[in-house]
């Protein structure tokens, strides 16, 4: 899957978000979804490998839970630089519940484009 097809993905996970949880997650207009999607893919390439590196004693000691709350505080940080009023969460547990969400979201849509590939 392309970086563009991934940014589309996030950006329509983050205006279907706020439309089905409007009070834990607000999104202004449809550009700031996709400049949020972009911030958040910069921010899991630059900074997400060191977070995930320091917490590896706690992501092992949970069995791989720990790494949701890292997710969620790339959201957090993604809230911060788009600015809180254009892109932002209710509370760190909405950021979480997000983060669990697109997980999820972004593991079927990869198994579905593997499995298309696979067939063909």
Do not use: C, D
């Amino acid at each position: 899957m392309t970086y563009f097809q991934r940014l589309i993905i996030n950006m329509l996970t983050f205006i279907s978000l706020s439309v089905l949880l409007p009070q834990m997650v607000h999104v202004q207009s449809i550009m700031m979804a996709l400049l949020a999607s972009f911030v958040l893919s910069i921010l899991n390439a630059l900074i997400k490998p060191i977070l995930t590196i320091i917490s590896f004693p706690l992501t092992l000691l949970t069995l791989g839970f720990f790494s949701f709350v890292i997710n969620a505080l790339m959201l957090q940080f993604t809230s911060s630089f788009v600015g809180a009023h254009n892109f932002g969460f209710s509370s760190f547990g909405a950021a979480l519940l997000v983060a669990i969400i697109m997980s999820i979201v972004n593991m079927i849509v990869t198994e579905h484009h593997m499995e298309k590939y696979r067939t063909s």
